[in-house]
């Protein structure tokens, strides 16, 4: 279900389907690779999300709230138990040393403090390690801003929810009144959840059982393939090839030259920046082009690194960029990481705005067409139970983009955390190999773009902030 889907029930309705989210016993095969081939900062897999509030809220009311709802959402509780030998996927077992203090915390600005100093805060937090012996989340409020406005910083690992699903949980435990709950929604008592086994020896052993008994049914599978292979040969390889060659097109090579000004990066110095602008620009350019809020939010970022490169007397036609393809079923669980990475030939020469979101909704539709999109997915179940540092070398080995850019669905509605009220909520995600991240989040009527620099390949802050913005405004002013 998605983040809008949400959005139409009621508080306790949320709070209900939230004592639901994520009840998967282990990681799946693609959040296996994350968890085993991450070295942070370079690699790494954790999101961070800043959400600016119009007020501080009373601390022991913010602390009674996370208990709340850790006790809802069993999976806030749990830790990540690698099998002793990977043999299978490592488990999710609960934390019988769970502590909410380790992960929630509180820190005074000292009344001076101001949106940026967050900020610049979660750069440090999100730079940091997160603790993998325990539950892969914390929270950390900042009060002491000027007007009386506070922030949570709030991190949490990819293989416990991937960005959207971040989000989707928020609108879930988020309220709609500034007013406190008394009855509060817990967990129901015959909560259900499959178990997985407590020991990583015993985890090795299952992984083990369980390969052995699968193995006629794969065996009857590659022989099914076999025959069918047999009976219709031109049409089995014509197959195979049209698959090798999506493979080809997708993981070959970065489908345009790497930008001069990015080729120092290194993914350990990380830069936060931030904008904002109306949602309905956004939407109405999208409109107008019959396209998506992501084509228009591309376009955009495109406009404004265009921009950057003319500052530097550099002029390039295309861009690599990282899209993010969901490969997304109604039935699948709200937490999964049911995604497809895939890189395009971004227009960024193009200087017409309009024609240059109609060239980018070209090649995100023509990412459709690839068969081999589900390849990592299709892969991961062997891929995923490789040796650690093999994993590492093969994401290492792969083709990499110059930037990221992600949309993601936020709360429609205005929300709650312990009384105050959110007013903005901006999405910061790694930078896996790229040298800038752009994230937009829409809450309300209000797009919040978050974007993660590497401070080695842009030293210039400044000047990247104002080219963005510019990219922003060129864009939304056809609609």
């Known amino acids: 279900m998605t983040t809008a889907q949400f959005e139409d029930r009621t508080d306790r309705e949320r709070w209900a389907a939230a004592a639901a989210w994520s009840h998967r016993p282990t990681l799946?095969?693609?959040?296996?690779?994350?968890?085993?081939?991450?070295?942070?900062?370079?690699?790494?897999?954790?999101?961070?999300?800043?959400?600016?509030?119009?007020?501080?809220?009373?601390?022991?009311?913010?602390?009674?709230?996370?208990?709340?709802?850790?006790?809802?959402?069993?999976?806030?509780?749990?830790?990540?138990?690698?099998?002793?030998?990977?043999?299978?996927?490592?488990?999710?077992?609960?934390?019988?040393?769970?502590?909410?203090?380790?992960?929630?915390?509180?820190?005074?600005?000292g009344g001076n403090g101001r949106p940026a100093d967050v900020i610049q805060a979660a750069e440090a937090i999100a730079l940091t390690p997160i603790d993998r012996r325990h539950p892969l989340w914390d929270a950390t409020l900042f009060v002491g801003l000027v007007d009386g406005a506070a922030a949570c910083v709030l991190r949490i690992h990819h293989t416990m929810a991937d960005t959207p699903g971040t989000v989707q949980l928020l609108s879930m435990l988020l309220s709609r009144t500034r007013e406190h709950t008394p009855d509060k929604l817990t967990a129901p008592a015959d909560?259900?959840?499959?178990?997985?086994?407590?020991?990583?020896?015993?985890?090795?052993?299952?992984?083990?059982?369980?390969r052995l008994a699968g193995a006629p049914r794969r065996a009857m599978s590659i022989a099914e393939r076999g025959i069918a292979a047999v009976r219709d040969p031109l049409g089995a390889v014509a197959e195979s090839m049209r698959y090798a060659a999506s493979v080809r097109r997708l993981t070959a090579a970065a489908p345009a030259l790497p930008s001069p000004l990015f080729v120092n990066r290194q993914g350990t110095d990380w830069q936060f920046l931030t904008l904002t602008t109306p949602l309905a620009g956004l939407t109405e350019a999208a409109r107008?082009?019959?396209?998506?809020?992501?084509?228009?939010?591309?376009?955009?970022?495109?406009?404004?690194?265009?921009?950057?490169?003319?500052?530097?007397?550099?002029?390039?036609?295309?861009?690599?960029?990282?899209?993010?393809?969901?490969?997304?079923?109604?039935?699948?669980?709200?937490?999964?990481?049911?995604?497809?990475?895939?890189?395009?030939?971004?227009?960024?020469?193009?200087?017409?705005?309009?024609?240059?979101?109609?060239?980018?909704?070209?090649?995100?539709?023509?990412?459709?067409?690839?068969?081999?999109?589900?390849?990592?997915?299709?892969?991961?179940?062997?891929?995923?139970?490789?040796?650690?540092?093999?994993?590492?070398?093969?994401q290492r080995s792969g083709a990499v983009a110059d930037?990221?850019?992600?949309?993601?669905?936020?709360?429609?509605?205005?929300?709650?955390?312990?009384?105050?009220?959110?007013?903005?909520?901006f999405a910061f995600g790694p930078l896996p190999g790229v040298a800038i991240s752009a994230s937009l989040l829409s809450y309300v009527d209000t797009a919040c773009i978050a974007v993660n620099v590497d401070g080695r390949a842009v030293q210039d802050l400044d000047v990247l902030q104002r080219c963005l913005q510019e990219g922003l405004d060129e864009t939304v002013a056809p609609a």
């Open 28 to 109: 799946d095969p693609v959040e296996t690779i994350l968890w085993r081939s991450e070295r942070h900062p370079a690699m790494s897999a954790t999101n961070t999300v800043v959400i600016l509030l119009d007020e501080e809220p009373d601390w022991d009311r913010f602390h009674a709230a996370y208990d709340w709802g850790t006790a809802l959402v069993r999976r806030l509780r749990q830790r990540v138990m690698d099998p002793a030998v990977p043999t299978t996927q490592p488990a999710w077992v609960d934390d019988d040393d769970f502590d909410l203090d380790r992960h929630v915390h509180r820190r005074d600005l």
């Open 191 to 210: 909560a259900s959840q499959q178990s997985a086994p407590a020991d990583p020896i015993r985890l090795s052993a299952l992984g083990g059982i369980g």
């Open 288 to 394: 107008g082009v019959g396209g998506s809020l992501q084509d228009v939010f591309i376009a955009a970022v495109l406009g404004g690194l265009r921009r950057y490169h003319e500052e530097h007397g550099t002029e390039i036609e295309d861009l690599s960029v990282s899209v993010r393809v969901s490969l997304n079923r109604m039935e699948d669980p709200s937490s999964g990481n049911r995604f497809a990475g895939a890189m395009i030939a971004a227009p960024i020469g193009i200087v017409d705005a309009t024609d240059r979101v109609a060239a980018v909704r070209g090649e995100l539709l023509s990412l459709h067409t690839e068969e081999a999109l589900d390849a990592l997915r299709a892969t991961a179940p062997v891929t995923g139970l490789l040796p650690s540092q093999l994993l590492v070398a093969l």
């Open 403 to 425: 930037a990221s850019v992600a949309v993601n669905s936020g709360p429609t509605r205005t929300s709650y955390m312990a009384g105050a009220q959110v007013t903005g909520m």
